[in-house]
C-alpha cells in the first residue's frame, strides 16, 4: 500500500496532466517533456485522474498546492482566483497563451443569457478573444468601455475585432465606442459626453454585469498598447513617473496603492471611474507577466477585481510580496 506522502505526490502529478491535457490542450508528448516523465506515465497519470474523480468534464482541484495558492490570494485580497501552471522557463508568448486559454474557458462559462459584458481592449484581452469557445447566448451585449482612438488613427480597427470575436463567440451585439481613448483637452471631453450618441454608449456601460480586462503597465517587460502605441505624448510620460502611475485599467490610470485621485491623465481618459467599475458584479482580470506584478497590486488595492486569472509565478509572487494583512477596501 502506497504512503500517504506517495499518495499525496500522485495525486498532485495525476491534477497537474489532468490540467495541462484537458484544459491546456497539450499533447502527451508536450506534457512529458515539461514534466520530465515519460509519455506513458502520462498516460497512466490521465488514467488515475479519471480513476479517482479529478476529470469529469473539467478538471476539479483538490488540496493541493495550486489550489491552497488560490485559497491564500482569496483570503488576502477577497477575489476568486484561478491559477495557470506554467513552466519556469515558459516565454512570455507561452505564458500569455496558456493564461488567455484558461481565461477565455473561464469567461464563456460566466456569460449567460441577457448580459451585456464590457471589454477594455488591449493585448491580453486580444489574446482571450482568439481563444473564446463558441457559445451561443441570448439577448446579450458586447459593449466596448474605453475609447481607441488616438491622433495616428481611428483604433475602430484594433478594438472592434477584438469586440466582433467576443461577439461571434456568444452570438451577441456590439456596441462600439468611438471616441479617443485620451481627449486632448478635458473640457472636450465633458461637451462630448453631453451627445447623446455618446450617452448612448454611456448608459450601455452603466449595465454591465460582466467586464473583462488587462492591465496596462509602464513597467512591463512587452509594453502594453496604450504605453507604445502613440497614445502618450512625451509630456504624458512624464507625469506618469511624476504622478507614482505603476498601472492603468481601461485607460484609467492609477498608483501602487490603488488610489487614483489627482492624476490629470484621468481628467482626458474615456474609462470608466473606479467607482462605475465597482458597481460592475463580474470584474475578470487577466494576468500573465511578472513584470505587472506592481500593477496587479495596485488594481486588487482599488478593490477592481472579483475574478483573477493569473500566471502561477505571478501569484506566487503576489502572495509572497503581499503584507501579513488583507489592504482590501
Same mark, same amino acid.
Given at each position: 500500500?502506497e504512503s500517504?506522502?506517495?499518495?499525496?505526490? =500522485?495525486t498532485r502529478? $495525476?491534477?497537474?496532466a489532468?490540467?495541462?491535457?484537458? @484544459? *491546456?490542450?497539450?499533447t502527451?508528448?508536450?506534457i512529458? &517533456?515539461?514534466?520530465?516523465?515519460s509519455?506513458?506515465?502520462?498516460?497512466?497519470?490521465?488514467?488515475?485522474a479519471?480513476?479517482?474523480g479529478l476529470?469529469?468534464?473539467?478538471?476539479?482541484s483538490?488540496?493541493?498546492?495550486?489550489d491552497s495558492l488560490?485559497e491564500?490570494?482569496?483570503?488576502?485580497?477577497?477575489?476568486t482566483?484561478?491559477?495557470?501552471?506554467?513552466?519556469?522557463r515558459?516565454s512570455?508568448?507561452e505564458?500569455?497563451?496558456?493564461?488567455?486559454r484558461s481565461?477565455a474557458?473561464r469567461?464563456a462559462?460566466?456569460a449567460?443569457?441577457n448580459m451585456?459584458i464590457?471589454?477594455a481592449?488591449?493585448?491580453?484581452?486580444?489574446?482571450?478573444? =482568439?481563444?473564446?469557445? $463558441?457559445?451561443r447566448?441570448?439577448?446579450?451585449h458586447? @459593449? *466596448?468601455?474605453?475609447?481607441?482612438?488616438n491622433?495616428? &488613427?481611428?483604433?475602430?480597427p484594433?478594438a472592434?475585432?477584438i469586440l466582433?470575436?467576443?461577439a461571434?463567440a456568444?452570438g451577441?451585439?456590439?456596441?462600439?465606442?468611438?471616441?479617443p481613448a485620451?481627449?486632448?483637452d478635458?473640457h472636450t471631453?465633458?461637451?462630448?459626453?453631453?451627445?447623446?450618441?455618446?450617452?448612448?454608449?454611456?448608459?450601455?456601460?452603466?449595465?454591465?454585469?460582466m467586464?473583462?480586462f488587462?492591465?496596462g503597465?509602464p513597467r512591463?517587460?512587452v509594453p502594453s498598447?496604450?504605453?507604445?502605441?502613440?497614445?502618450?505624448?512625451?509630456?504624458?510620460?512624464?507625469?506618469?513617473?511624476?504622478d507614482?502611475?505603476?498601472?492603468d485599467?481601461?485607460t484609467?490610470?492609477y498608483?501602487?496603492d490603488?488610489?487614483?485621485?489627482g492624476?490629470d491623465?484621468?481628467?482626458?481618459?474615456s474609462?470608466?471611474?473606479?467607482?462605475a467599475?465597482?458597481?460592475?458584479?463580474?470584474?475578470?482580470?487577466?494576468?500573465?507577466?511578472l513584470?505587472k506584478?506592481t500593477?496587479l497590486?495596485?488594481?486588487?488595492?482599488a478593490?477592481?477585481v472579483?475574478?483573477?486569472v493569473?500566471?502561477e509565478?505571478?501569484?506566487r509572487?503576489?502572495v509572497?510580496?503581499?503584507?501579513?494583512r488583507?489592504?482590501?477596501?
Amino acid at each position: 500500500m502506497e504512503s500517504d506522502d506517495v499518495t499525496n505526490v =500522485r495525486t498532485r502529478d $495525476a491534477l497537474r496532466a489532468a490540467h495541462l491535457y484537458y @484544459v *491546456q490542450e497539450l499533447t502527451m508528448e508536450d506534457i512529458a &517533456t515539461e514534466m520530465r516523465i515519460s509519455r506513458s506515465s502520462i498516460s497512466r497519470l490521465l488514467a488515475h485522474a479519471r480513476e479517482i474523480g479529478l476529470v469529469e468534464i473539467t478538471v476539479h482541484s483538490p488540496q493541493d498546492g495550486i489550489d491552497s495558492l488560490a485559497e491564500r490570494i482569496t483570503d488576502l485580497f477577497g477575489v476568486t482566483a484561478e491559477i495557470v501552471p506554467t513552466p519556469v522557463r515558459a516565454s512570455d508568448a507561452e505564458r500569455l497563451a496558456r493564461v488567455a486559454r484558461s481565461a477565455a474557458r473561464r469567461v464563456a462559462t460566466l456569460a449567460d443569457d441577457n448580459m451585456s459584458i464590457g471589454i477594455a481592449w488591449g493585448a491580453t484581452v486580444s489574446a482571450v478573444a =482568439r481563444e473564446l469557445p $463558441a457559445r451561443r447566448l441570448h439577448n446579450v451585449h458586447v @459593449v *466596448q468601455m474605453n475609447g481607441a482612438a488616438n491622433p495616428m &488613427t481611428s483604433g475602430l480597427p484594433y478594438a472592434s475585432s477584438i469586440l466582433e470575436r467576443f461577439a461571434n463567440a456568444f452570438g451577441a451585439d456590439v456596441q462600439l465606442f468611438p471616441v479617443p481613448a485620451l481627449f486632448d483637452d478635458p473640457h472636450t471631453k465633458d461637451l462630448m459626453w453631453r451627445e447623446r450618441s455618446i450617452r448612448r454608449v454611456l448608459d450601455a456601460q452603466d449595465d454591465i454585469g460582466m467586464f473583462i480586462f488587462g492591465l496596462g503597465s509602464p513597467r512591463a517587460d512587452v509594453p502594453s498598447h496604450v504605453y507604445s502605441g502613440g497614445y502618450l505624448t512625451g509630456e504624458d510620460s512624464r507625469a506618469l513617473l511624476r504622478d507614482g502611475i505603476v498601472g492603468d485599467c481601461a485607460t484609467v490610470f492609477y498608483r501602487e496603492d490603488g488610489s487614483s485621485d489627482g492624476i490629470d491623465l484621468n481628467r482626458r481618459s474615456s474609462g470608466p471611474s473606479f467607482t462605475a467599475i465597482r458597481r460592475i458584479p463580474r470584474r475578470v482580470c487577466i494576468v500573465s507577466s511578472l513584470s505587472k506584478l506592481t500593477a496587479l497590486r495596485g488594481a486588487l488595492a482599488a478593490a477592481l477585481v472579483t475574478d483573477l486569472v493569473v500566471d502561477e509565478g505571478v501569484a506566487r509572487a503576489l502572495v509572497s510580496s503581499a503584507p501579513a494583512r488583507s489592504t482590501r477596501r
